[in-house]
């Protein structure tokens, strides 16, 4: 009992019981790290042999692709056209020996294809005849220079397969030569031979990855060491290494050589045979770079002593930690409280700056709406000082400017616990109105009952009165857009009437612009009606004459006739004599003569007035305002039967009329354009000239070009001449609208173009292009 | 044999006379008329590795180059054996074994002829060569099977041509007349052999052969070394017919510009070691049988 005293504490057999888990849990960690270091040191000897055995597979696999080069070379084509030509008994000087340069080009170019770190990987080809006869030989220039070799010594059997051997070099590391037999028509031919560099195979295969290698790999051939590097020494001295007759492949073994200090070093190494071939990789690797520089054991030893003291230590260090740690802790604890008591003072003087400086005024009251705060805005907008409202209530100050309803629905509201919005109307001390935006919320204890309201109010009065303002304003604006609408009505009903008035004048106008073109032609038509109708008359007095002398004469034969009849005493001659005679007297010959080329003009003049008046008819179309299907060259003809009297003399008229379809318009104001224009054009001519009226087709338009060849209209005015109003004639002689008519007529009736083309002296062209409606 | 000299004496005469016509009225481009022409016009027949017809061959880029060292552009101008002579120098001839007869006017079609071109004597009665560019043999070609077994080299280039003649004794043999292989350049009916004009192309004459036409044909080396190569174990060498011969590039008696600024341009390209290099590419095994000729090269 005594030993187990310290245990009667129970702080001190807890402390125990720790110390004892964690010497056991450090035990563990010691021990551990034991097995992982020996876990450690066989994955290290895993990888090295698996490294080795990499290696050899790699030398192993390019030893075989050099296998299938020379299986190749033996199917080279020119090899083979050169025992083809030697069969037939050619020579080398006719024929046999250009195969032979052939081939030789061809094993060059093979041997040379192949790299291997920059170097050709055969750095010879060789191709002896069954004789031993060195018929190709391609090889790294330089090389083999003045050797003297017994080449019969490759040769081999039909039956052989590709051999390898080793040449040790005189300067270098020597050479592994392949040998293969070669056949043609399945007869021994020759023998291919085929030279590799043994260092640049292990320098690409052994020595380039050496640099993160902590072994040394040895080549060996046949049971000897053909290729030690040069650093081996760095592992295991040349002379020291094993007889590699004596090695077993892939069986690890290991060896204890002196070191360079003098100690014991164990070695460790493996045998990895390249493939099926004689050669083969032994790698070295000293023990201590394998499992590090102290053995495991000695490890565990040291981890442990360094364990206990550590946790002895440790055990110190844990009881003042814990007292510093519970000390620590309280005052953390303090200083937490300190922080937060701080921080909440800090944040109550910013609240209560911020309700003192706010813009708005903030005000607290008791459950029963008793005053008890207000902020120094207060005073700034109601013009009251604290002292004078704290203690007042809130609801007697309010229900004197404000509805009871709006009052009762705000006080049921922060009673129900809810915030109340709204705008309440107040008096400032000065005794002017205050209108406040109201927010009222209900200020709650820690338990949730309500304890105090506040209410922000912000002054909206400016706002409220702007809103009146407005209101006001509107009203007036309405008033005023009444007033405005009715004198536009007014205004617009004037303006109706004097649209109508000027229709009716534009109306006017052109009915006058039509009468001024009708008056001006009235002459004329006149004239050719009054010509024709003039022969006429004469014509029917001459033939009445006629008719009184025809009477008279046959009254005459009358009577002549009755007498003979009568059978009196005058004879037939004495009876017909007088009407012989006043045959002659009477001229009745002459009057038969006569009469059919009078009567003859008579109907002509009588056609001629008919077709002036047809014309004239047609022309008269000015007067329906309707719009129908119409040839236009026909308007165009009547047009130029009005004016002729205009144009007859004055003009040559060429028609050029086009084959063009009939096109819904108003044809008698068209025909008015055209007789504008044509009136226009006789006026342009002052002495004789030309008028040529033609009409063409033009896709989905017909187009009217009225050519004279008349004075032209000068520059400065023909951008004029479709203004109302303008014209160059004499005053008295034009009304200035014909062409602002005819204007209107084609671009705005018809929706149609009207243009003019003029030279000063040359003649005017208007063009109009109207298009066909049909 | 006094005959024979008699009619040679006559035919020289013959082609000096119309030789000297040619000069004076033969319309091939001398080389400032090519300059001023601006193209070189090259007379050429598909034949071994000197013109392939695939738009390659050692003349046809030897004509390349030099158009290109005279800055002119290069045209071929496809031709055959019976007229490139005459689309050269504009008149037909007859050759009659180292004779030429000159016959009638012919439209002048190119302005150098590089083809394989073998000097012979009858040529150069009417065409100037180049300095030579190739060197050439005519040999013997036998089917695989024929009975006939190739020479065993003597060294002796005559009694190697005697050994290779003695074998042709009663065998039919195709020959090209108005080429290198004109059976009377090397008086192949004194053989005994039963000589054939061949009327297909000098590239035909091989396979011509192998399908039975004849049992032999003469070829000359460039050819005959494609042919063994092309069909291999159908055709065997017999031996040599002629001596060592000379191929050159043959221009118009009346163009000494171009031909001296070719010989220039030839010995450039020699010096510089562009032409061995066109050798190297179509004629690998050339420099094995004519050694002298590559020698320094």
């Known amino acids: 009992?005594?030993?187990?005293?310290?245990?009667?504490?129970?702080?001190?057999?807890?402390?125990?019981?720790?110390?004892?888990?964690?010497?056991?849990?450090?035990?563990?960690?010691?021990?551990?790290?034991?097995?992982?270091?020996?876990?450690?040191?066989?994955?290290?000897?895993?990888?090295?042999?698996?490294?080795?055995?990499?290696?050899?597979?790699?030398?192993?696999?390019?030893?075989?692709?050099?296998?299938?080069?020379?299986?190749?070379?033996?199917?080279?084509?020119?090899?083979?056209?050169?025992?083809?030509?030697?069969?037939?008994?050619?020579?080398?000087?006719?024929?046999?020996?250009?195969?032979?340069?052939?081939?030789?080009?061809?094993?060059?170019?093979?041997?040379?294809?192949?790299?291997?770190?920059?170097?050709?990987?055969?750095?010879?080809?060789?191709?002896?005849?069954?004789?031993?006869?060195?018929?190709?030989?391609?090889?790294?220039?330089?090389?083999?220079?003045?050797?003297?070799?017994?080449?019969?010594?490759?040769?081999?059997?039909?039956?052989?397969?590709?051999?390898?051997?080793?040449?040790?070099?005189?300067?270098?590391?020597?050479?592994?030569?392949?040998?293969?037999?070669?056949?043609?028509?399945?007869?021994?031919?020759?023998q291919l031979l085929a030279w590799l560099s043994v260092k640049t195979i292990y320098h690409h295969f052994i020595e380039a990855s050496a640099q993160d290698s902590r072994f040394i790999t040895t080549l060996l051939f046949k049971g000897e060491y053909i290729k030690v590097p040069e650093d081996a020494d760095r592992v295991i001295a040349a002379a020291l290494?094993?007889?590699?007759?004596?090695?077993?492949?892939?069986?690890?073994?290991?060896?204890?050589?002196?070191?360079?200090?003098?100690?014991?070093?164990?070695?460790?190494?493996?045998?990895?045979?390249?493939?099926?071939?004689?050669?083969?990789?032994?790698?070295?690797?000293?023990?201590?770079?394998?499992?590090?520089?102290?053995?495991?054991?000695?490890?565990?030893?040291?981890?442990?002593?360094?364990?206990?003291?550590?946790?002895?230590?440790?055990?110190?260090?844990?009881?003042?930690?814990?007292?510093?740690?519970?000390?620590?802790?309280?005052?953390?604890?303090?200083?937490?409280?300190?922080?937060?008591?701080?921080?909440?003072?800090?944040?109550?003087?910013?609240?209560?700056?911020?309700?003192?400086?706010?813009?708005?005024?903030?005000?607290?009251?008791?459950?029963?709406?008793?005053?008890?705060?207000?902020?120094?805005?207060?005073?700034?907008?109601?013009?009251?000082?604290?002292?004078?409202?704290?203690?007042?209530?809130?609801?007697?100050?309010?229900?004197?400017?404000?509805?009871?309803?709006?009052?009762?629905?705000?006080?049921?509201?922060?009673?129900?616990?809810?915030?109340?919005?709204?705008?309440?109307?107040?008096?400032?001390?000065?005794g002017e109105i205050l209108w406040e935006q109201t927010t009222i919320a209900p200020v709650k204890d820690e338990q949730g009952a309500i304890a105090d309201f506040i209410a922000i109010k912000e002054d909206i009065t400016k706002r409220k009165e702007a809103e009146e303002e407005i209101l006001r304003l509107n009203t007036d604006l309405e008033q005023r857009v009444l007033d405005r609408t009715t004198a536009l009505q007014v205004s617009n009903r004037d303006l109706e009437k004097a649209y109508r008035e000027l229709k009716a004048a534009q109306s006017q106008i052109l009915q006058q612009e039509k009468m001024a073109s009708i008056g001006q032609l009235a002459a004329g038509v006149a004239h050719e009606i009054n010509n024709p109708t003039g022969f006429i008359l004469s014509n029917l007095n001459s033939l009445k004459k006629y008719l009184q002398r025809f009477a008279e004469f046959l009254t005459l034969q009358t009577e002549a006739l009755e007498k003979l009849s009568a059978g009196g005493n005058e004879g037939v001659d004495a009876v017909l004599q007088p009407v012989t005679e006043q045959r002659k007297v009477l001229k009745i010959d002459h009057l038969l003569d006569d009469i059919g080329p009078l009567i003859e003009e008579s109907i002509e003049g009588g056609e001629r007035v008919k077709k002036i008046v047809q014309s004239l008819k047609s022309f008269a179309h000015i007067d329906e305002a309707e719009y129908k299907p119409s040839d236009i060259n026909a308007g165009l003809e009547s047009s130029l039967a009005v004016v002729w009297n205009e144009l007859k003399y004055k003009a040559t008229v060429i028609r050029d009329y086009g084959e063009i379809p009939n096109t819904v318009c108003n044809l008698g104001q068209l025909n008015q354009v055209f007789v504008n224009i044509l009136v226009n054009a006789a006026h342009a001519l002052e002495k004789q000239g030309e008028i040529t009226v033609k009409t063409r087709r033009d896709g989905e338009t017909i187009r009217v070009a009225i050519s004279d060849t008349g004075c032209g209209i000068p520059a400065e005015t023909i951008n004029r001449i479709f203004e109302p109003f303008f014209t160059t004639k004499e005053v008295g002689k034009g009304t200035g609208l014909g062409l602002s008519i005819a204007y209107d007529i084609v671009v705005k009736k018809h929706n149609g173009q009207i243009e003019v083309e003029s030279e000063p002296g040359k003649g005017t062209t208007f063009t109009l292009t109207i298009p066909i409606v049909i | 044999m006094r005959e024979k000299g008699k009619?040679?004496?006559?035919?020289?005469?013959?082609?000096?006379?119309?030789?000297?016509?040619?000069?004076?009225?033969?319309l091939a481009a001398d080389l400032d008329a090519i300059k001023k022409q601006g193209t070189l016009r090259h007379l050429g027949v598909p034949y071994a590795n000197f013109v392939s017809g695939s738009g390659d061959g050692l003349d046809v880029e030897l004509c390349q180059l030099f158009a290109k060292h005279l800055g002119v552009k290069y045209e071929y101008v496809k031709t055959d054996w019976g007229t490139v002579i005459p689309d050269l120098i504009g008149k037909k001839v007859k050759a009659k074994g180292a004779e030429v007869e000159i016959t009638e006017d012919a439209p002048v079609k190119g302005d150098m002829i590089a083809n394989g071109f073998?000097?012979?004597?009858?040529?150069?009665?009417?065409?100037?060569?180049?300095?030579?560019?190739?060197?050439?043999?005519?040999?013997?070609?036998?089917?695989?099977?024929?009975?006939?077994?190739?020479?065993?080299?003597?060294?002796?280039?005559?009694?190697?041509?005697?050994?290779?003649?003695?074998?042709?004794?009663?065998?039919?043999?195709?020959?090209?007349?108005?080429?290198?292989?004109?059976?009377?350049?090397?008086?192949?009916?004194?053989?005994?052999?039963?000589?054939?004009?061949?009327?297909?192309?000098?590239?035909?004459?091989?396979?011509?052969?192998?399908?039975?036409?004849?049992?032999?044909?003469?070829?000359?080396?460039?050819?005959?070394?494609?042919?063994i190569e092309k069909w291999p174990g159908k055709l065997k060498i017999i031996g040599p017919i002629s001596p060592k011969q000379i191929m050159g590039a043959g221009f118009a008696q009346d163009a000494p510009k171009l031909l001296a600024e070719y010989n220039i341009f030839l010995a450039g390209i020699k010096k510089d070691g562009t032409y061995m290099k066109l050798i190297n590419t179509y004629y690998p095994s050339a420099r094995m049988y004519f050694p002298d000729f590559f020698k320094g090269l």
């Not at chain 1, 041997?111 to 170097?119: F, G, N, P, V």
């Not at chain 1, 070191?259 to 070295?284: H, K, Q, Y």
Request: proline letters at 5%; hydrophobic letters at 40%; one cysteine or more.
């Open chain 2, 7 to 26: 009619g040679r004496g006559f035919s020289i005469i013959l082609s000096a006379l119309l030789t000297f016509t040619t000069v004076t009225c033969a």
């Open chain 2, 118 to 227: 073998t000097v012979l004597p009858w040529r150069e009665k009417v065409v100037k060569f180049s300095e030579p560019t190739f060197p050439s043999q005519i040999w013997l070609i036998a089917r695989a099977d024929s009975p006939v077994k190739p020479i065993i080299p003597t060294k002796d280039i005559n009694k190697d041509i005697a050994l290779t003649r003695a074998l042709m004794k009663g065998k039919k043999v195709l020959s090209l007349e108005k080429t290198c292989l004109d059976p009377k350049l090397y008086d192949l009916a004194a053989t005994g052999a039963k000589v054939i004009g061949f009327m297909g192309q000098l590239n035909e004459l091989a396979p011509a052969i192998i399908n039975n036409e004849a049992e032999m044909t003469i070829l000359d080396v460039p050819d005959a070394l494609i042919a």
């Open chain 1, 1 to 190: 009992m005594r030993h187990f005293f310290f245990l009667s504490n129970p702080k001190r057999s807890l402390t125990v019981l720790l110390v004892a888990v964690l010497a056991g849990y450090m035990g563990f960690l010691v021990y551990s790290q034991y097995q992982s270091q020996e876990e450690l040191r066989k994955v290290s000897l895993t990888r090295f042999l698996h490294e080795n055995e990499k290696r050899a597979m790699a030398v192993d696999y390019f030893m075989a692709d050099r296998l299938g080069d020379l299986a190749e070379l033996a199917e080279n084509r020119e090899l083979a056209l050169y025992h083809e030509n030697l069969a037939l008994g050619m020579s080398i000087e006719y024929g046999l020996g250009a195969a032979l340069i052939a081939a030789e080009e061809s094993f060059e170019k093979s041997r040379t294809r192949l790299k291997l770190e920059k170097s050709a990987v055969y750095p010879r080809l060789v191709y002896l005849d069954e004789s031993g006869n060195k018929l190709i030989d391609t090889h790294e220039p330089g090389l083999f220079q003045g050797e003297q070799r017994q080449w019969s010594r490759y040769l081999s059997s039909r039956e052989s397969h590709a051999t390898f051997m080793f040449e040790p070099g005189d300067n270098a590391d020597g050479f592994i030569v392949i040998s293969c037999p070669y056949t043609f028509k399945a007869r021994y031919a020759g």
């Open chain 1, 241 to 430: 290494l094993p007889k590699a007759r004596n090695l077993q492949p892939r069986a690890p073994f290991s060896l204890t050589v002196t070191a360079r200090d003098n100690r014991p070093e164990r070695i460790l190494g493996m045998m990895s045979p390249v493939g099926e071939t004689p050669f083969a990789l032994a790698a070295f690797l000293p023990e201590h770079l394998d499992s590090g520089e102290q053995s495991p054991r000695r490890l565990l030893f040291t981890m442990a002593g360094f364990g206990l003291l550590i946790l002895a230590g440790g055990i110190v260090i844990l009881r003042i930690d814990m007292r510093n740690a519970v000390l620590q802790a309280r005052l953390e604890e303090i200083a937490l409280r300190q922080k937060i008591v701080a921080e909440q003072n800090a944040n109550l003087r910013k609240l209560s700056t911020a309700v003192d400086q706010s813009a708005n005024t903030v005000l607290i009251m008791t459950k029963d709406g008793t005053i008890e705060y207000v902020n120094p805005h207060f005073t700034v907008v109601s013009g009251y000082r604290p002292e004078e409202v704290i203690g007042n209530n809130f609801l007697n100050r309010w229900s004197a400017h404000n509805s009871k309803e709006t009052l009762d629905t705000l006080w049921e509201t922060i009673n129900d616990g809810k915030q109340w919005t709204g705008e309440l109307r107040n008096r400032k001390k000065s």
